[in-house]
């Protein structure tokens, strides 16, 4: 592992231990090929009473994935690489409304990430895309 690679991995631990979550660094570069991919991905077939939330999952220690990802009761997945994951979140929409059901969230994205946990190993964390796309807005104003 080059240098660079294993002080970005201290640096992750570091902030996640500090926030009380999990955490994963990527370079600006990196973040908007991922946010590029995903934003190309199509959405899984249309299920009455649901609607499909875009999002990225990240790898943050443990092993990559390394095998195509099967959906879940929680949502469905697509390779982005082997340190990042494209998902759809499965979310409920509130009874005769067209809007999300805030009691039913089916544990959110937190479920996305322990679904790909659980199929891959190691420690992942997800985001909605419109919330990466909004991290990766910021990144290149204070970069520029």
Known sequence: MRAA??????????????LAT?????????LGAHVAAAEKAENP???LGFRWTKGIAFWVNGKPCTVTLKPTVHGAFFPINRY???AFK?????????TLDKENRGGGWGAIS????KAVGGTW????????????AKAHRSSG
């Not at 999990?22 to 990196?30: D, H």
């Not at 322990?114 to 946990?117: G, K, M, S, V, Y």
């Open 22 to 30: 999990p955490c994963a660094i990527l370079r600006i570069e990196e």
């Open 125 to 136: 964390t997800s985001r909605a895309l419109d919330r990466v796309e909004g991290v990766l």
């Open 5 to 18: 690679e294993n002080n970005r991995l201290r640096v992750a631990d570091e902030l996640s231990l500090a």
């Open 90 to 98: 499965k979310d409920k929409i509130a009874e005769g409304k067209d």
């Open 45 to 47: 077939p249309n299920e």
């Open 114 to 117: 322990a679904d790909i946990a």
């Open 84 to 86: 990042t994951v494209g």
